[in-house]
C-alpha cells in the first residue's frame, strides 16, 4: 500500500503531500511537533503526546484548528489507512502560510500533518554494548529563549550539537544547561544509576519532559528502584554506575562512556538491562 499523509483534514499520496513554502514552519521553524510509536497497533501514550502537543502550542500561541480528541481520532485513523502496526509517527503543526515576516498575525490557516513510517530503529549491537557519548558545546536552550519543555520546530539548536556528537564518532551528545548542569542529549533523557539509586536531572535543568522519561521513572519506582530527579553535573554522569538514555525512537539505551570516561564496567549494567525488558513489555502490553 502506498504511503498516505495527513494534511489538515485530507489523505495525500507521498508524492502529493506537500504545504507551502510561505509556512511560517518551513521559513521560521515556527510550529511544533511530536514524535510518537505504534507498537502492535496501539499507540503508546498517544494522549501524552498530544497534551504535549497542545501545551507546547499554546505557549508559543499558536491555536492547532482541531480538539486533542480530533487529534487523537487523526493520528489513529492515518495508521490505519496506513496498514502499520509497528510504526513511527510524526505530527507537525505549522503556524500556516503567509507573507514574509515574523508576524503570525500574517499568516493564516496553521497546517496538521501527521506521517507515519515503518520505525526505523538503533542497530541492536548498540543495546548490547552501550553507547559512547560526548558533551557538546552548544548547551541546551535558555529556558526564557525558547522553553526546551516546547518542542518546536526549530531544532538547530540541537542539531549544532548533533553534529558536534557526529563529528566525534558518537550517535548521541549531552547537553548542558546555560548554568553547565546536565540537562539531557539533543533527542533523549539521561538517567544513570549511583548507588542503588535512579538520577535525571529535574525538569527546571532546561529539558524536554520526555514521555519515555516518564514512564521510566514510575516503572522503576514500581520496580522497588528510588528515583531522583535533581540537578547534576557531568562528574555525576563520569562516575555513575550505570547511564542510559530515554527517548520515543531510542527506548532506553545504555551509555557506557561519555566524553572519554569509561561508565562503570564499560558495559550495560544489570539495572539497565532490567529496566530495558520491563520497558519492552510495558509497550506491549499498554
Ligand atoms: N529530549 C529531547 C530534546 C527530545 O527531542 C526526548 C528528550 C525524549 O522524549 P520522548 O517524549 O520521546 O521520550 C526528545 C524526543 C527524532 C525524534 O526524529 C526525536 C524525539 C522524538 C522522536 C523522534 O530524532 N525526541
Keep these: 500500500m502506498a504511503p498516505k499523509v495527513y494534511i489538515s483534514g485530507k489523505l495525500y499520496e507521498k508524492a ?9 514552519g518551513l521559513l ?26 497542545f501545551e507546547s502550542a499554546l505557549s508559543i500561541h499558536l491555536q492547532i484548528p482541531m480538539t486533542r480528541a480530533e487529534m487523537v481520532r487523526a493520528v489513529e485513523e492515518t495508521l490505519r489507512q ?10 507537525v503543526v505549522t503556524r ?4 514574509l515576516g515574523l508576524d503570525p498575525r500574517k499568516t493564516t490557516d496553521p497546517q496538521v500533518i ?3 513510517d515503518k520505525i526505523s530503529l538503533y542497530p541492536e549491537e548498540l543495546y548490547e554494548n552501550g553507547l559512547k ?4 558545546a552548544t548547551t541546551r536552550n535558555h529556558p526564557n529563549a525558547v522553553n526546551p519543555r516546547i518542542k518546536s520546530l526549530n531544532y538547530l539548536n540541537n542539531i549544532l550539537a548533533k553534529i558536534e556528537g557526529s563529528q566525534a564518532g558518537c550517535l548521541e551528545a549531552l547537553m548542558l544547561n546555560h548554568k553547565g548542569e546536565v ?26 519532559e520526555g514521555i519515555t522519561r516518564a514512564t521510566v521513572i514510575a516503572m522503576a519506582r514500581e520496580s522497588g528502584l528510588e528515583v531522583v530527579e535533581r540537578t547534576m553535573d557531568r562528574h555525576d554522569v563520569y562516575t555513575a554506575d550505570e547511564c ?25 549494567g544489570p539495572v539497565t538491562r532490567d529496566l530495558r525488558r520491563r520497558f519492552q513489555t510495558l509497550v506491549r502490553e499498554g
Design 183 to 208: 540537562a539531557e542529549c539533543t533527542g533523549d533523557n539521561i538517567f544513570i544509576l549511583k548507588a542503588g539509586r535512579v538520577h535525571t536531572p529535574s525538569i527546571d535543568s532546561g529539558i524536554l
Design 114 to 116: 501527521i506521517i507515519t
Design 82 to 91: 496506513n496498514g502499520l502496526v509497528d510504526a513511527y509517527i510524526r505530527v
Design 16 to 24: 502529493d503531500a506537500k504545504i507551502s513554502v510561505f509556512d511560517h
Design 28 to 53: 521560521y521553524g515556527d510550529g511544533v511537533f511530536e514524535g510518537i510509536r505504534a507498537y502492535s497497533g496501539k499507540v503508546f501514550r498517544l494522549q501524552a503526546h498530544v497534551d504535549r502537543l
Design 133 to 136: 557519548i560526548v558533551t557538546a
Design 244 to 268: 542510559f538514555l530515554t527517548g520515543t525512537a531510542a527506548e532506553i539505551i545504555p551509555v557506557v562512556e561519555c566524553d572519554g570516561r569509561v561508565i562503570g564496567i564499560g558495559k550495560p
Design 96 to 99: 500556516g502560510a503567509g507573507s
